[in-house]
Nanobody
Framework: QVQLVESGGGLMQAGGSLRLSCAAS?????MGWFRQAPGKEREFVGA????????SYVDRVKGRFSISTNNAKNTVYLQMNSLKPEDTAVYYC????????????WGQGTQVTVSS
C-alpha cells in the first residue's frame, strides 16, 4: 500500500505564499489535493496525472494555486500564492491508486492558516 507524507503547512499572512509537498512511497495513477476548513466539508482543490495529461483546479484557486511533480522523487507539490484567509484549512494529499479507483489513499493532512 502506497503511503503519502505531507509537509509544508504553516501560518502565513494574506497575500503570501506557501508550498506543500506530498511524498508518495510508490507510483500511483493520479494525485490530488483537498482541503477542509472548520465546520465545512472536504473540498477538492486540484489534481495532476503522472502521465502528464494535465492538471485541474477548483475555480476559486485557479490562477493562484499550481500543482507540479518531481517524478524522480514521487513527490507532488501544491504552490499556493496570493493566499487569502478563506484558504485556511487542513490540506490533504490524496492519490488514486489506479485508473479504476477514486482517491483511495490519503495523507495525514497539514494545517494552513492565513491571517488577515
Amino acid at each position: 500500500q502506497v503511503q503519502l507524507v505531507e509537509s509544508g503547512g504553516g501560518l502565513m499572512q494574506a497575500g503570501g505564499s506557501l508550498r506543500l509537498s506530498c511524498a508518495a512511497s510508490g507510483r500511483t495513477y493520479a494525485m490530488g489535493w483537498f482541503r477542509q476548513a472548520p465546520g465545512k466539508e472536504r473540498e477538492f482543490v486540484g489534481a495532476i496525472y503522472w502521465s502528464g495529461s494535465g492538471t485541474s483546479y477548483v475555480d476559486r484557486v485557479k490562477g493562484r494555486f499550481s500543482i507540479s511533480t518531481n517524478n524522480a522523487k514521487n513527490t507532488v507539490y501544491l504552490q499556493m500564492n496570493s493566499l487569502k484567509p478563506e484558504d485556511t484549512a487542513v490540506y490533504y494529499c490524496a492519490a488514486r491508486s489506479s485508473i479504476y479507483t477514486q482517491y483511495d489513499i490519503w495523507g495525514q493532512g497539514t494545517q494552513v492558516t492565513v491571517s488577515s
